[in-house]
């Protein structure tokens, strides 16, 4: 297929990002003429596009399973009784509890 220079400068425009009307206006033509001939090229196959599509964050950032004796979840502070987040089986204070004074006393329990 025979590219003419206003099919090329359709297909370099829509891959700079710019829109459909932007091209049209460009080349002379309607919006829907552009939007056409795009969509001929892509089913001929001759339109490869290298537009940069934006891409959402992916959500598949899941950290391997851990084992239980380092399962976070919520437990219950042997010194205030209070449900915080702890990163481990172990981890049974508090943020505010093991940053107290008598956090060396609290060990002694164990
Ligand atoms: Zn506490």
């Given at each position: 297929m025979e590219w003419t220079e206003r099919e090329i400068l359709i297909v370099d425009m829509w891959n700079a990002g710019k829109t459909c009307s932007e091209i049209g206006r460009a080349v002379k033509k309607a919006t829907i003429f552009v939007e056409n001939k795009l969509a001929f090229m892509r089913r001929r196959g001759v339109f490869v596009e290298v537009r940069v599509k934006p891409r959402p964050?992916?959500?598949?950032?899941k950290k391997p399973a851990a084992d239980k004796a380092h399962e976070i979840k919520k437990r219950k502070c042997l010194r205030c009784a209070k449900l915080f987040l702890s990163e481990?089986?172990?981890?049974?204070?508090c943020v505010n509890c093991k940053g107290s004074k008598d956090f060396s006393s609290v060990l002694s329990v164990y």
């Open positions: 964050p992916s959500s598949r950032n481990w089986k172990g981890n049974r204070l």
